[in-house]
């Protein structure tokens, strides 16, 4: 999760605002365009069923809030407390009979204690006053040279002010899909942007899907390719250190006192990253087939390329083999985060669906991960849609998941300078988590409610919660009414 820039809500929400009141009125002109062509096209006399009979639009909200101690950004330690308020809006046009495009447009806007440390040093009272603190427990605390906050003050472990807290995400993503006459064949194109503080993406793709046996045997290809760009930024002191040539009486470090190891520098040859580029390439292949009036199945097997800066350049690493150095309670980083600049992912899973009665259907799923990092993952679900009536379905669920650690993790002040790569980020940790929540669904089956010119369909209204071995945990909550025009 990547946030970097004070965001002004106000002025989000305003922007929002304007954002959906001008691409609603869009997408009911375009849809009415539309309308008026399939009504001469229905004039033919061989009839064809559309694969989309209407517009319609999605409004989709999400709110995530989560809590730990294992900030990357820390080395491993600190907060990782977070939230991110996610509305999107997807609109879904037909295209005469046989195509549809899907426009998902969204802001993700977040906040991030611990990313507010990229630079904890932002407060007039010094470092150790911009936030407060918390280690976890004192025998991860040893050896540290800073156990439980001996000041007494409040720390930027835990949060400071700092620029980088807060940020917008800007995503929008574009699908074209056409079936043939028969159905049995579907082409998809899509493409995406997104856009953040420091980071861009750009992504495009192809599939072809294909039925038979009468439509009760699917197979799926797909390609994606994702172009994207860091915008690097680095912890305060280590660009500040390099800025200055070294010198500790100069710019930053000017006047300030450095307690420890008074003498501090990165580790020798330290480099910034040459490669500021992050590739993915994807295939994806699926297969579906219904055994029976009750159960049907599917898998699906990935291979995913990644290569350039896999890295996050502002996760601060700190050594067992070296002084640390610190500035009132922050220790000051020995080097960033170092990772390869290749990796290969292979997730294989399997779903099934069991029809029981008119009112339960199990859905079950599994998946089995591995890449060539060393990180091997299994995650399993259930979710069971309970239908209470035409109208109303309730929907419990579970998740497990857990992974082993890749082979370049190691907690904080655990790796050695020596290494060549090196990470503290728990998400690359061994851990296991479990998921659990549910959710509720009303569908308006003859769409008689309407709102101005929209058609009420459908709303969702889901709640997880989400716990983390390390100590992460984190509730989500979310939100989408379908609307036709």
Known sequence: MVVKQVVDVDAINVIMNKFFLVLSIACLRVSLSYAQQNTKDSTQTTYKKKVLDAAEVDFLFSYYGQNGKHS????????????DVTPTIVVKIPVKDDG???????ISAYTSASSSNINPFDASAGASRSGGFYYGDDDED?????????????????ESTGASRSDALKSLNLTYSHSSDNRNTILSFHGSLSTE?????RGFGAGITKLWNEKNTELGVKGQ?????????????????????GNLNY?????????????????????????????????????????????????????VRQEGLLSTP???????????????????????ERLPGMRMKYPIGIRLHYYVNEHLTVRSYYRYYFDNWGAEANTASIELP????????IYPMYRFYNQSAVTYFAPHRQHVSTERYYTSDYDLSAFESHEIGGGFRYTDIFQKFKIASFGFKSIDLRYNHYMRSDGLNANIISFAAVFTL
């Open 72 to 83: 990357a950004v820390g080395g491993g330690i600190g907060t990782e407390k977070l939230t």
């Open 100 to 106: 549809q495009i899907t426009a998902d447009m969204g």
């Open 142 to 158: 040893e050896g540290r040279g800073r156990i439980n906050n001996p000041t007494g003050r409040a720390n930027p472990y835990y």
């Open 197 to 201: 503080f420091d980071y861009d993406s």
């Open 225 to 245: 390719v994702y172009l994207d760009q860091w915008h690097p930024i680095y912890p305060t002191e280590i660009k500040s250190y390099y800025e200055a040539g």
């Open 251 to 303: 710019g930053f470090f000017n006047g300030v006192t450095i307690t420890g190891n008074a003498n501090y520098s990165p580790v020798p040859g330290f480099q910034f990253p040459q490669v500021t580029n992050r590739n993915s390439y994807s295939v994806s292949v699926s297969f579906s087939q219904i055994l029976s009036p009750k159960l049907q199945t599917s898998i699906f097997f990935d291979v």
């Open 314 to 336: 502002y996760h601060r690493m700190y050594f067992s083999d070296r002084p640390a150095s610190f500035i009132e309670d922050y220790q000051l980083a020995d080097d960033i």
């Open 386 to 393: 309970i239908k209470l009536s035409q109208a109303f379905t």
